[in-house]
């Protein structure tokens, strides 16, 4: 299973980004998914996360301004940023609870983070 992020780059304050992050292998169904940010010389922090029905939760710095979605029938989750701010700035990295078709197991899988860059 892989998961991989695209997306990312540079934006003005106030613009928009849209990231994506898809799911492929042997992949029976996924449930959680979400992203998580890292600026540099600070910890991880959650952004958003969305369950299989598309209940969402997002962080206080983000609400209003960040909306996560996913396509199950593509495996695929969404992000989309608008209002972005200098201090969303960060590396922004998918995850996803899976259920492997084989060898089968609940496993917790990560994509490589995909940069978002807010010029100011």
């Known amino acids: 299973v892989q998961l991989q992020a695209s997306g990312g780059g540079l934006a003005q304050a106030g613009g928009s980004l849209r990231l994506s992050c898809q799911a492929s292998g042997s992949i029976f169904i996924i449930n959680d998914m979400g992203w998580y940010r890292q600026a540099p010389g600070k910890q991880r922090e959650l952004v958003a996360t969305?369950?299989?029905?598309?209940?969402?939760n997002y962080a206080h710095s983000v609400q209003g301004r960040f909306t996560i979605s996913r396509d199950n029938a593509k495996n695929t989750l969404y992000l989309q940023m608008t209002s972005l701010k200098p201090e969303d700035t960060a590396q922004y990295s998918c995850?996803?609870?899976?259920?492997?078709?084989?060898?089968?197991?609940?496993?917790?899988?990560w994509g490589r983070g995909t940069l978002v860059t807010v010029s100011s």
């Open positions: 995850y996803a609870e899976i259920i492997r078709t084989s060898p089968g197991g609940k496993v917790d899988y």
């Open positions: 969305i369950t299989r029905r598309g209940n969402t």
